[in-house]
Nanobody, 123 residues
Framework: VQLQASGGGLVQAGGSLRLSCAAS????????MGWFRQAPGKEREFVAG????????YYADSIKGRFTISRDAAKNTVYLQMNSLKPEDTAVYFC?????????????????WGQGTLVTVSS
């Protein structure tokens, strides 16, 4: 079972990117999903989470109003739309599947992780 994150790249401040996280199977269709990020020299931090059915979302304060998480059950894919990007958003972004159906900001609640995709925002 794999989670494949993609969509990272280099963008100027104020720009947008959309990250995708594709699951190789429907194994996570009943699980909450989340995005985390890790900047150089910093701990991995929660960015956004979404419940199994997409009806509940939760965001870190630092990105609220700029990022949107969504999921497409038919494609086994979770997205992170990132707008108004800032240099401080620069990090490796990871998608993860939660142990439960709901959302969570706690790293320990996620037990399957993708390989990460690098987002670099230039000033």
């Amino acid at each position: 079972v794999q989670l494949q994150a993609s969509g990272g790249g280099l963008v100027q401040a104020g720009g947008s990117l959309r990250l995708s996280c594709a699951a190789s199977t429907r194994m996570f269709s009943n699980n909450g999903m989340g995005w985390f990020r890790q900047a150089p020299g910093k701990e991995r931090e929660f960015v956004a989470g979404i419940s199994w059915n997409g009806r509940s979302t939760y965001y870190a304060d630092s990105i609220k109003g700029r990022f949107t998480i969504s999921r497409d059950a038919a494609k086994n894919t979770v997205y992170l739309q990132m707008n108004s990007l800032k240099p401080e958003d620069t990090a490796v972004y990871f998608c993860a599947a939660a142990r439960r159906a709901g959302t969570s900001a706690e790293l320990e609640e996620y037990n399957y992780w993708g390989q990460g995709t690098l987002v670099t925002v230039s000033s």
